[in-house]
């Protein structure tokens, strides 16, 4: 069994780096891998919408990476009588980065009022499940410095909506265990592409977003962070999209948020 084990971890570490940040694993039956015990009582989750200044940080893989640049710009129309500074760090699954000393001082020494979180593993199959335990672990580093911990469900793959309602139901699990918000970006997705199948969300490698694509991601996440609704948004001509095609991103955004509670504050 231990050889077995090994082998399964070995196939599993080999997948995820293949994935371009969605690990796509076919291995039956389904196996469960263990989780370290937790490391603190669960906090409620700290509320920082109303407050004046915020402090963004993003922690993810590829898929985060577009996340500052448009957010800082959604931001900048939106509510630009707040200070808003974003930073992205890391480019890798939450559980490879969850020792790493520069991330964790960095959330030590800095007043961060947001912390999103992007990275939880999956497999596509549904035959694995990986462990949760370390996104416990950076949630729970969010809330001991009264920053509010974001998870960052990615959109599904292309041609798969039911990858957003399962990947979305893995950080709705997380969230149930460890308080802490949930934005609804694949069940988003799913929305938006039910509504408007043509639109170029998509990369050629359907899994990674397009510019489009991203926009939609960073409307979700900008309503989750400041709960101010994405519907609101003024046409911002350096983004993607024609107006109408914002419009109906922001509409949509919102729509699912307000069918998906994010934060259970």
């Known amino acids: 069994?231990?050889?077995?084990?090994?082998?399964?971890?070995s196939?599993?570490?080999?997948?995820?780096?293949?994935?371009?940040?969605?690990?796509?694993?076919?291995?039956?039956?389904?196996?469960?891998?263990?989780?370290?015990?937790?490391?603190?009582?669960?906090?409620?989750?700290?509320?920082?919408?109303?407050?004046?200044?915020?402090?963004?940080l993003i922690i993810g893989n590829s898929h985060s990476q577009p996340m500052q640049k448009l957010l800082s710009i959604l931001f900048s129309h939106g509510l630009n009588d707040k200070n808003v500074a974003i930073e992205t760090r890391a480019a890798s699954f939450l559980d490879v980065i969850v020792d790493n000393e520069d991330l964790i001082s960095l959330i030590e020494t800095k007043s961060?009022?947001?912390?999103?979180?992007?990275?939880?593993?999956?497999?596509?199959?549904?035959?694995v499940q990986y462990s949760t335990a370390e996104t416990k672990i950076w949630i729970q580093r969010a809330k001991n410095i009264g920053a509010t911990p974001i998870l960052f469900p990615e959109h599904p793959q292309q041609g798969n909506p039911q990858e957003a309602v399962y990947v979305h139901s893995i950080h709705?699990?997380?969230?149930?265990?460890?308080?802490?918000?949930?934005?609804?970006?694949?069940?988003?997705?799913?929305?938006?592409?039910?509504?408007e199948p043509a639109l170029d969300l998509y990369h050629a490698d359907g899994n990674h977003a397009k510019e489009l694509g991203a926009l939609l991601t960073a409307l979700v996440l900008y309503q989750?962070?400041?709960?101010?609704?994405?519907?609101?948004?003024?046409?911002?001509?350096?983004?993607?999209?024609?107006?109408?095609?914002?419009?109906?991103?922001?509409?949509?955004?919102?729509q699912t948020i307000a069918e998906n509670l994010a934060c259970n504050f």
Request: aromatic share 4%; with cysteine; glycine share 8%.
């Open 172 to 195: 709705e699990g997380i969230a149930s265990e460890e308080s802490a918000c949930v934005a609804p970006v694949g069940l988003t997705w799913n929305k938006v592409l039910a509504i």
């Open 11 to 56: 196939l599993l570490l080999l997948s995820a780096c293949g994935s371009g940040g969605s690990p796509t694993v076919d291995v039956t039956p389904v196996e469960k891998i263990a989780e370290p015990p937790s490391v603190s009582e669960n906090l409620a989750i700290p509320d920082n919408r109303a407050l004046d200044n915020y402090q963004v």
């Open 224 to 254: 989750v962070i400041s709960g101010e609704a994405a519907d609101l948004l003024p046409y911002i001509d350096e983004l993607p999209g024609t107006e109408s095609t914002q419009a109906l991103l922001g509409q949509l955004a919102s």
């Open 112 to 127: 961060w009022t947001h912390i999103i979180l992007q990275g939880q593993k999956y497999s596509q199959s549904q035959s």
């Open 1 to 9: 069994m231990k050889i077995s084990l090994l082998v399964l971890t």
